[in-house]
């Protein structure tokens, strides 16, 4: 077994009295892609805001290559938040800037990157998710699917050795969906370890290596997709598939 | 006589002795190396309030604006025989004890008498001049009105505070007292009959007399005691020996007559030079140093307003430890407090208060103290545009592995930036219409200039109508231009 990216253990989190992640231990090894699935409200943004520490966990310990963060002074989670690339539901484009100085903007005052090369990469990114004549633009006249993409290849410019995914299609008109997926499935056909959460079951099927179905604060199965999808085990997960599969 | 003792004075005198307790204030120590000390220094700074004809006004000499009068005379005088320099600091006159007492003026001459309330706070000399009081009318009420008793039924005018309108106020029956704060408008009022009469002392009532053909003068007949009606030059207290020395220059002057003899017609002539032209075009010199200073003040304020805003919106959004919730709360005090305060005591406050341990001059005061007002609104401005900003901008430049001062720089506050602007704008809008408040520590912008420029011509509307028409070119100009840059910034 290669040594795990991130290892949760006993993770859990709560909203004053809203217990919220119960206890969660899971570990996602490098080059896996994880696709978190559940019903709403059963915490999954919630989670995968703890790995990052957007939110911090009330107790329970995350750990990147090793390393703790929630023991980790606020410096040094900073630059292994580098390492982790995030992408919202809602693309969080910043509207005040370019495409380019968007996807520039954090190498350049985080990792102190020049000019030319952080626009060189900036424009490599671009055609990579295939926006490059939108380099100029403001976020404002993006469509959907781009803007996503853009925020995309903004994330992979630090390049992150995990990209964490919350709902990246859900706010896309259905038409958009499939080019943001797509430009998934090159990342995970690369190699990068992903952490997906997604109503998306066709891509579940196909790029994730882990279904976690995740309801009630607990991942309640971890399974490959082949046996979730065909036979999931606890009642919980079979209502939620009767539900979405209709 | 000038005598007014303002809530304002009596405060500052108050708030004066308290820091004076804690402080090292210049007047505690003075014991008495007064004299020695100031010509060790070479030079003698003279406060007065130059606007009070003949006593003391402003004049156009040699092409620029200067304080004369024949208080200045007088000032000249005494700087010479102690072989030292004059130097004429202006300011309102309610300014002048708490000036004297926090070291920020040597000596008052401006038509100050000598009651016996104030000599408990400053040396007063022997009294160089005893005016009287005279009640100015318009000339084709000439016949109808004698003396105080006249007035019966009518309305009398009087600067506010001041012995004569107390006198007013005490000495007449069935007689309505209305008190303004300044001359020109008393007479204003007067020709536009709001007014029968107006008190005011002797020199003055001739001054406007002489230099307005529709007013005409007659005796006041108040009965008052001699302190009342005389001047003397004030001293900070227990200056006994620049006392001494100054009271033989005083006592020269008296034996030789020299007020009524040379100071008193050389202050009539600029008073005649003065009226020849009273066009407001004349003045233009005037009213452009007073756009100079309104700009100089509103755009220094703007500049450390902002960057004081800054740091306490982000004081008042710290989160967390102790300190940064002591932080926190020391900014939010501070900005109520500052907003529950009127601009015009924290202007008087940092001019007299810190003056007491620095000494600035009027205009570094000014922009300070509208700097901290400002600062304290702009914060809100900020906060609320900070807040404004999507959370989800700031969790998008987190999860890039910018740290949080990062993220707040080139994320959060230019985006809040362009959402307040307007708010911005506007508070520069009012700052420039606020630094008015300045005028009251003597700094020379535009109402100031424009106070000058009414007692300067016994014209009470026409410099008003000239400044509103200025104010409105600058806060206009200034909203133009504003507009341009949102409207740049929105294609951005
Ligand atoms: N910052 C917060 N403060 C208080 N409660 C919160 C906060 N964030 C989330 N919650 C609560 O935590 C619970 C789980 O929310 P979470 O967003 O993690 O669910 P989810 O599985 O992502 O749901 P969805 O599919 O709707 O996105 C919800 O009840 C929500 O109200
Ligand atoms: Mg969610």
């Known amino acids: 077994m290669p040594k795990p990216v991130i290892?949760?253990?006993?993770?859990?989190?709560?909203?004053?009295?809203?217990?919220?992640?119960?206890?969660?231990?899971?570990?996602?090894?490098?080059?896996?892609?994880?696709?978190?699935?559940?019903?709403?409200?059963?915490g999954k943004s919630t989670f995968l805001r703890c790995l990052n520490l957007l939110e911090t966990p009330t107790s329970g310990k995350v750990a990147f290559e090793g390393h703790d963060l929630t023991t980790m002074d606020t410096k040094s989670v900073n630059s292994l938040r580098e390492k982790m690339g995030m992408v919202f539901q809602g693309f969080n484009l910043f509207p005040n800037m370019t495409v380019l100085e968007n996807i520039k903007l954090a190498p350049m005052k985080v990792k102190h990157a020049d000019d030319a090369s952080a626009t060189k990469q900036a424009h490599e990114l671009l055609q990579r998710v295939g926006l490059d004549d939108h380099a100029d633009a403001f976020p404002d006249s993006l469509s959907g699917g781009q803007a996503q993409r853009v925020a995309i290849a903004r994330a992979l410019a630090m390049n992150p050795e995990v990209m964490l995914f919350d709902e990246p299609t859900s706010a896309l008109d259905p038409e958009m969906v499939g080019e943001v997926l797509n430009v998934m499935q090159e990342l995970a056909k690369d190699g990068m370890t992903m952490v997906v959460v997604t109503h998306e079951m066709g891509f579940a099927k196909s790029v994730g290596d882990r279904i976690w179905f995740m309801a009630d604060g607990y991942i309640q199965e971890n399974s490959t997709p082949e046996k979730f999808f065909a036979n999931p085990e606890t009642d919980r997960a079979k209502d939620f598939l009767s539900k979405i599969l209709m | 006589m000038k005598k007014k003792i303002g809530l304002l004075l009596a405060m500052l005198a108050a708030l004066v002795m308290m820091v004076g307790v804690f402080g090292n204030p210049t007047q505690v120590q003075a014991a008495d190396n007064s004299l020695a000390k100031i010509q060790k220094k070479g030079v003698l700074v003279m406060g007065t309030s130059p606007d009070y004809p003949p006593y003391e006004f402003q004049a156009t000499v040699k092409g620029k604006s200067a304080v004369v009068g024949m208080d200045v005379k007088i000032g000249e005088k005494v700087a010479k025989d102690l072989g030292v320099k004059l130097k004429i600091k202006s300011m309102s006159f309610d300014s002048l004890l708490v000036a004297l007492q926090t070291g920020k003026i040597d000596m008052i001459i401006s038509g100050m008498n000598p009651t016996p309330a104030r000599r408990k706070n400053v040396d007063f000399t022997h009294t160089y001049y005893k005016g009287g009081y005279e009640i100015v009318i318009n000339k084709t009420d000439k016949g109808k009105y004698k003396n105080k008793d006249s007035f019966s039924g009518g309305t009398l005018g009087a600067q506010t505070g001041t012995t004569q309108y107390n006198a007013a106020k005490k000495q007449t029956k069935n007689t309505k007292v209305k008190g303004m704060t300044s001359q020109s408008d008393l007479i204003l009022a007067l020709q536009s009959h709001k007014l029968d009469g107006v008190a005011m002392e002797k020199p003055s009532a001739e001054a406007y007399v002489s230099n307005n053909k529709q007013l005409a003068a007659i005796p006041s007949d108040f009965s008052m005691s001699s302190s009342a009606t005389s001047s003397a030059i004030a001293f900070r207290k227990g200056s006994t020996s620049l006392v001494n020395k100054v009271n033989k220059t005083v006592d020269q002057i008296k034996k030789e007559n020299l007020v009524k003899k040379e100071y008193l017609p050389a202050a009539g002539k600029y008073l005649k030079t003065n009226t020849v032209n009273t066009s407001m075009g004349h003045y233009w010199k005037a009213f452009l140093t007073g756009i100079e200073y309104t700009l100089i003040i509103t755009v220094c304020s703007v500049f450390f307003g902002f960057i004081i805003g800054v740091l306490l919106a982000l004081a008042r959004l710290a989160k967390g430890n102790f300190l940064k919730s002591l932080l926190r709360w020391i900014a939010t005090a501070y900005v109520e407090f500052i907003r529950g305060t009127p601009m015009m005591v924290q202007v008087m406050f940092v001019y007299f208060g810190l003056g007491l341990f620095v000494n600035l001059p009027a205009l570094t005061s000014g922009i300070i103290a509208i700097s901290l007002n400002s600062g304290a609104y702009v914060a809100e401005y900020i906060r609320g545009g900070i807040n404004s900003v999507d959370i989800g901008q700031t969790e998008a430049a987190r999860s890039l592995g910018m740290s949080n001062g990062e993220t707040m720089r080139f994320v959060v506050l230019p985006q809040a930036l362009k959402n307040i602007w307007p708010s911005l704008g506007n508070e520069f809008i009012t700052l420039i219409k606020d630094s008015s408040i300045v005028s009251i520590i003597g700094v020379t912008e535009l109402?100031?200039?424009?106070?000058?420029?009414?007692?300067d011509t016994y014209r009470g509307v026409a410099p008003i109508v000239v400044i509103m028409v200025l104010y409105f070119v600058l806060t206009f100009t200034a909203s133009r231009i504003l507009n341009y840059f949102e409207r740049k910034m929105q294609h951005a």
Do not use: C, M
């Open chain 2, 447 to 455: 109402i100031y200039q424009s106070n000058i420029v009414r007692s």
């Open chain 1, 7 to 42: 290892e949760v253990e006993k993770l859990a989190k709560s909203f004053g009295d809203n217990a919220v992640l119960k206890d969660i231990t899971e570990q996602v090894n490098p080059g896996q892609v994880i696709v978190v699935i559940g019903p709403s409200g059963g």
